[in-house]
């Protein structure tokens, strides 16, 4: 399976993906990679398919792309939270689960104190400029975390629209700063 190098920061190593990306609010992404074959059909699997076994391996690349980057320790790790309607209806959320696979040398708690506030239509239906305003204004925290760095993870970015927005909800609570980690970047054609 093609991989970014251990290490890849996207912001920092792929100045052509960083402008295609809305990402004002993120310190830093990494992937695992492009979303190719096979990695687009395991992250398939795992949304779409049900097969939350698929989160273990997406994990485990994860793991290994965090553990060479040059990012502050992290405080907490937030999966990308889903409407509640979606959550009902989906049954599980793919970000938390991928979460639950990832291991960080120190303990690390999972934040989910962020939720989306505000049922949007699924991004994947929309174009680029939808999916911009799709998002906005529907992520809300509750919780202090001044001095805190964030690591915010989700299954795939396509705009980054969505992490951004929810990374501009973290700050607004005084975190210090806000990475992303996802499974693979699909761009848009």
Not at 48 to 68: C, H, V, Y
Not at 72 to 94: A, E, M, T, W, Y
Not at 105 to 111: A, C, E, F, G, Y
Not at 114 to 133: A, D, F, H, I
């Given at each position: 399976?093609?991989?970014?190098?251990?290490?890849?920061?996207?912001?920092?190593?792929?100045?052509?993906?960083?402008?295609?990306?809305?990402?004002?609010?993120?310190?830093?992404?990494?992937?695992?990679?492009?979303?190719?074959?096979?990695?687009?059909?395991?992250?398939?699997?795992?949304?779409?398919?049900?097969?939350?076994?698929?989160?273990?391996?997406?994990g485990?690349?994860?793991?290994?792309?965090?553990s060479?980057l040059?990012?502050?320790?992290?405080?907490?790790?937030?999966?990308?939270?889903?409407?509640?309607?979606?959550?009902?209806?989906?049954?599980?959320?793919?970000?938390?689960?991928?979460?639950?696979?990832?291991?960080?040398?120190?303990p690390?708690?999972i934040?989910?104190?962020?939720?989306?506030?505000?049922?949007?239509?699924?991004?994947?239906?929309?174009?680029?400029?939808?999916?911009?305003?799709?998002?906005?204004?529907?992520?809300?925290?509750?919780?202090?975390?001044?001095?805190?760095?964030?690591?915010?993870?989700?299954?795939?970015?396509?705009?980054?629209?969505?992490?951004?927005?929810?990374?501009?909800?973290?700050?607004?609570?005084?975190?210090?700063?806000?990475?992303?980690?996802?499974?693979?970047?699909?761009?848009?054609?």
């Amino acid at each position: 399976m093609p991989t970014y190098p251990l290490g890849w920061d996207i912001k920092q190593h792929d100045p052509k993906a960083t402008s295609e990306l809305t990402c004002s609010n993120l310190a830093g992404i990494t992937a695992i990679g492009k979303y190719d074959w096979p990695l687009d059909h395991v992250l398939l699997q795992l949304k779409f398919g049900r097969r939350l076994w698929a989160a273990r391996p997406i994990g485990a690349l994860l793991t290994k792309q965090l553990s060479q980057l040059i990012w502050p320790q992290i405080d907490f790790v937030c999966p990308l939270p889903l409407h509640k309607n979606r959550l009902r209806s989906r049954g599980f959320n793919q970000a938390f689960v991928i979460c639950q696979h990832i291991k960080f040398d120190l303990p690390v708690n999972i934040l989910c104190s962020l939720k989306r506030v505000k049922y949007s239509m699924p991004q994947s239906e929309l174009s680029r400029r939808e999916r911009l305003q799709n998002v906005r204004n529907i992520f809300r925290c509750s919780e202090d975390l001044t001095g805190k760095t964030i690591l915010l993870v989700d299954d795939v970015v396509t705009t980054g629209a969505t992490l951004d927005n929810a990374a501009k909800a973290l700050l607004e609570q005084n975190a210090t700063a806000v990475y992303a980690a996802v499974g693979a970047i699909r761009t848009l054609d």
